[in-house]
């Protein structure tokens, strides 16, 4: 039996991540069109060295190169970085009261606040955990770091988030 070829194998394990990978991007350069842009370079990057790819895990391996990409974007580029608003869904009511709306709206800008005042590696660690359901191991691979690394800053990143989230709560209140 001939083994499949590389762009074969390569749709069949990296394709299905691209959401993942793009939702990475975004919240990493709080900009669609710059996610955009970094994800196609990954991916092209990712068929580069396809034939290095030797494990199971295509979405961390993938997640990673992603991760690369971004950061050396943002060390070339220096600039702000401003989080998507729209991408943060955390009600889905059927049909919400505009009371629910201006609500959710004041959730969402809070939340957004939150996480850009998070250091880049505690925002990245928050957003694969929470927002892409990644294990510790996998987020470990990604990231490059031990593990206990790993759990130390999504503690430290879901303790300052949620500091800013109640400092938020508590000047809308005054």
């Known amino acids: 039996m001939k083994p499949p070829n590389r762009p074969a194998r390569f749709d069949a394990i990296l394709l299905p991540h691209l959401d993942a990978a793009h939702n990475l991007a975004r919240w990493l350069l709080g900009s669609t069109q710059d996610a955009e842009d970094t994800v196609q370079e990954s991916y092209l990057r990712a068929l ?79 957003v694969l955990r929470e927002m892409e359901g990644m294990s510790y191991k996998q987020i470990a691979q990604i990231t490059n770091v031990p593990i206990g690394t790993v759990m130390s800053r999504l503690a430290r990143a879901r303790r300052r988030l949620g500091e800013a989230l109640t400092g938020a709560a508590r000047r809308e209140t005054a």
């Not at 790819?53 to 990409?69: K, S």
């Not at 629910?100 to 590696?121: I, T, W």
């Open 48 to 126: 580069t060295y396809f034939q290095s790819f030797h494990g199971e895990d295509g979405r961390a391996w993938l997640l990673a190169i992603v991760r690369n990409t971004c950061f050396e974007w943002l060390h070339k580029k220096r600039r702000h970085i401003e989080m998507p608003v729209e991408h943060l869904e955390l009600f889905r009511d059927a049909a919400p009261s505009p009371e629910a709306l201006q609500l959710r709206r004041s959730d969402r800008l809070a939340v957004q606040r939150g996480l850009e005042a998070l250091p880049p590696e505690y925002r990245e660690v928050l």
